[in-house]
């Protein structure tokens, strides 16, 4: 089990984590969190509704790890639009964005929160242990997938991986590139992911 999920009977997934582990699977869903930012009513006093009617940005973030989280949902980033579609692509990009990003936004910070939540817990009944076994139901299991693949989405953005053969040249980086523990980390991030699929997999 070390190193990748496995499936439990009856569903879920387990893995064993140690405790460094646990601190920078942590560590980088707070900050996927931060970076996510609050919601658009977070701020509202004594109006529980505000945040279900308010509407969501129409411009694409400016920060590019934001941009791979929340791509625009008309045309192809590796693609240039044909003349005239431009324009028609970032209208229709905008009204999109406008009505779907909060609950996206809204969504990311549940897994990244249930990440948090289970990780704490799992640090607290280990108690000085060196590490413990992670259990997740299959809800849970859902929710850690969706931010396995934004914390390697984020990670991915910041070492300009944009492609497979870019992660192919990051095999290769020599011990002393600073981008060496961010590639050590998107790549294990990766095995987790792949290995939670499968327990998810009938």
Same mark, same amino acid.
């Given at each position: 089990?070390?190193?990748?999920? @496995?499936?439990?009977?009856g569903g879920g997934a387990?893995?064993?984590?140690?405790?460094?582990?646990?601190s920078i699977i942590r560590?980088?869903?707070?900050?996927?969190?931060?970076?996510?930012?609050?919601?658009?009513?977070?701020?509202? #006093?004594?109006?529980?509704?505000? @945040?279900?009617?308010?509407?969501?940005?129409?411009?694409?973030?400016?920060?590019?790890?934001?941009?791979?989280?929340?791509?625009?949902?008309?045309?192809?980033?590796?693609?240039?639009?044909?003349?005239?579609?431009?324009?028609? #692509?970032?209208?229709?990009?905008? @009204?999109?964005?406008?009505?779907?990003?909060?609950?996206?936004?809204?969504?990311?910070?549940?897994?990244?929160?249930?990440?948090?939540?289970?990780?704490?817990?799992?640090?607290?009944?280990?108690?000085?242990?060196?590490?413990?076994?992670?259990?997740?139901?299959?809800?849970?299991? $859902? $929710?850690?997938?969706?931010?396995?693949?934004?914390?390697?989405?984020?990670?991915?953005?910041?070492?300009?991986?944009?492609?497979?053969?870019?992660?192919?040249?990051?095999?290769?980086?020599?011990?002393?590139?600073?981008?060496?523990?961010?590639?050590?980390?998107?790549?294990?991030?990766?095995?987790?992911? @792949?290995?939670?699929?499968?327990?998810?997999?009938?």
């Amino acid at each position: 089990m070390p190193g990748h999920f @496995e499936p439990l009977p009856g569903g879920g997934a387990a893995v064993a984590l140690d405790d460094v582990e646990i601190s920078i699977i942590r560590s980088l869903a707070v900050q996927l969190l931060e970076l996510i930012g609050p919601g658009p009513a977070e701020d509202a #006093q004594g109006d529980p509704l505000a @945040e279900l009617f308010a509407e969501g940005p129409s411009e694409p973030p400016s920060d590019p790890v934001l941009r791979r989280l929340f791509p625009d949902a008309y045309g192809d980033p590796q693609k240039a639009p044909e003349v005239g579609e431009a324009e028609e #692509q970032r209208a229709y990009s905008a @009204e999109f964005r406008r009505y779907t990003e909060n609950d996206l936004r809204a969504g990311k910070r549940e897994n990244a929160l249930a990440v948090i939540r289970a990780l704490d817990a799992l640090a607290s009944a280990a108690s000085g242990e060196g590490g413990a076994v992670l259990k997740l139901s299959t809800e849970e299991s $859902r $929710r850690w997938l969706g931010a396995l693949n934004d914390l390697r989405l984020a990670i991915g953005s910041r070492l300009d991986i944009v492609a497979e053969e870019d992660t192919d040249l990051l095999y290769r980086l020599p011990d002393e590139d600073p981008r060496k523990p961010m590639v050590m980390a998107y790549l294990w991030l990766g095995g987790l992911q @792949e290995t939670l699929v499968s327990t998810l997999m009938p």
